[in-house]
């Protein structure tokens, strides 16, 4: 599909201004995963990365189905993201033959899901690889060169954040910042749910609720997803802490 020169623009700059502000590592794979989704109108996306030990993980979705995907391939060891990680090389599978030749295990759950093609871009920095970002796309075919390049964009775009933490924090290792980010999905997961269900909304909406309350008052995104899930009163954030 034609890519907009304009919404190109606007997404780099808006996760430029996350770099800027150095925000929470969440903060920027969520906008990564959510611009390339809306850039390339391809499917869902999700987005793998290094934990402490060097073990793969995921830091960010955007879609239960992706999600799904993602972590199936951590479990299986196989699969498009886990072979970008692995060869530091982009992966391509255009259409749901080639899925099924080359991931057997994965085809099935990507078909239940209406996956067809997939395209993995591995997050390079310094010679090294550090996670891999995956698109799950519901057509066939190849992205255009355009599409290519917007893929590429973002995930450089995300291995410079990634790295960029070592400046931000103080003497504190990359890894071991990541792994903090990574443990903060958790708790942040569960405060989607508690949300979703409070309030009738998709998981995707009550990220925005969290993202939105987390900017007005300053506070770290991790903070005030655990304020939803402990309970806590909280303002800014409909009826956390609420009793029933």
């Not at 996670?131 to 917007?150: C, I, K, S, W």
């Not at 290792?173 to 997961?189: G, K, N, P, W, Y």
């Not at 998981?203 to 506070?219: I, V």
């Amino acid at each position: 599909m034609p890519v907009r020169a304009g919404a190109v623009v606007a997404a780099v700059d808006d996760v430029a201004g996350l770099l800027a502000a150095h925000d929470e590592p969440l903060e920027l794979a969520d906008g990564l995963v959510r611009h390339c989704r809306d850039l390339l109108a391809a499917g869902e996306v999700g987005l793998l990365v290094q934990d402490a030990h060097g073990h793969l993980q995921l830091l960010a979705s955007t879609s239960d189905g992706a999600e799904a995907l993602e972590l199936f391939q951590l479990e299986a060891r196989q699969g498009p993201c886990v072979d970008a990680h692995r060869t530091g090389a982009v992966v391509q599978c255009p259409d749901a033959a080639q899925l099924r030749h080359r991931w057997p295990e994965l085809a099935p759950v990507a078909e239940r899901r209406g996956v067809v093609a997939v395209h993995a871009q591995p997050l390079v920095v310094a010679g090294r690889t550090i996670g891999a970002l995956g698109l799950f796309q519901g057509r066939e075919g190849p992205l255009d060169p355009g599409e290519l390049a917007v893929v590429r964009v973002m995930a450089s775009l995300g291995a410079v954040g990634i790295t960029q933490l070592e400046r931000v924090a103080a003497g504190q290792r990359v890894q071991e910042q990541l792994q903090r980010a990574l443990d903060s999905r958790v708790v942040l997961e569960q405060a989607k749910g508690v949300l979703a269900e409070r309030h009738r909304v998709s998981p995707e909406e009550a990220f925005a609720q969290l993202r939105a309350a987390a900017r007005s008052q300053r506070r770290r995104l991790h903070d005030v997803a655990r304020d939803v899930v402990e309970g806590a009163p909280e303002q800014g954030l409909p009826g956390v802490g609420a009793t029933g």
